[in-house]
């Protein structure tokens, strides 16, 4: 869990001279794309910003989500040269984005923003190391199943009519953070589906009960094939 930070830190942050305001940032807005130079940092006033790896071969894999109240892009901060990843609008955004040297300086004066910004990077970590480990021991089912979970803290809201949450991502989006293929991620939705553990609806997985999803991740161990 990452560290709070005091508003009036923050505030003092985004009114800095140099600081740019995107108030209207819609969905499938590119914030900044992989190779591009890394020279500012982006806070998440409201919305979603999904960070993406795209291979040579154009396979994406998404490697995390990035909510309200958050920093992203803070890799420029160990230089300028270019971005390893690239950062996409989720969910109709407002975002500031900081000059790096800007950013630096700030630093320098507001050790606990420091403090902060390490919380933030030490959970992302964590997740990544996760994300890892689902790959590598775990067939497709329950990839899903397990990142439908973990999905439902970060992009997912309150459902209606017997509807516990509702996760805001279409079935494309849900194989990048999977690690699979768009046709073996709807196969396994639709099985999913017929099993009454989840709803699919258009760009949104509706999941009627996350405790149902949790018994279904501790069913049976299951070994991942070679072919997997």
């Known amino acids: 869990m990452s560290l709070s930070l005091p508003a009036y830190i923050l505030q003092k942050l985004l009114t800095l001279d140099g600081v740019t305001k995107l108030a209207n940032c819609r969905r499938g807005t590119k914030l900044f794309a992989s190779q591009d130079r890394s020279d ?26 990035v909510g309200s109240g958050e920093i992203l892009g803070e890799s420029s901060i160990l230089g300028d040269g270019p971005r390893e990843v690239s950062a996409e609008v989720l969910q109709d955004s407002v975002v500031h984005v900081i000059n790096r040297d800007l950013f630096l300086k700030f630093c320098d004066e507001y050790p606990q923003f420091c403090a902060w910004l390490l919380s933030i990077s030490v959970r992302r970590q964590r997740e990544l190391e996760r994300k890892i480990e689902l790959l590598l021991f775990h067939e497709v089912e329950q990839r899903v199943l397990r990142s439908l979970v973990g999905l439902a803290a970060t992009c997912g809201s309150p ?19 999977v690690g699979s293929t768009r046709e073996t991620t709807s196969s396994t939705l639709n099985h999913l589906n017929k099993r009454g553990l989840l709803k699919l609806h258009r760009r949104q ?21 070679h072919s997997a």
Do not use: F, N, T, W
Request: hydrophobic share 40%; net charge negative.
């Open 205 to 225: 997985v509706l999941i009627p009960s996350l405790d149902v999803l949790r018994e279904a991740i501790a069913g049976p161990p299951q070994v991942k094939s």
């Open 159 to 177: 459902g209606q009519q017997g509807i516990e949450c509702v996760i805001h991502l279409s079935q494309r989006e849900l194989a990048s953070a």
């Open 40 to 65: 500012g940092v982006y806070y998440v006033e409201s919305g979603r910003i999904k960070l993406l790896r795209s291979s040579a071969d154009e396979k994406e894999v998404m490697l995390g989500i």
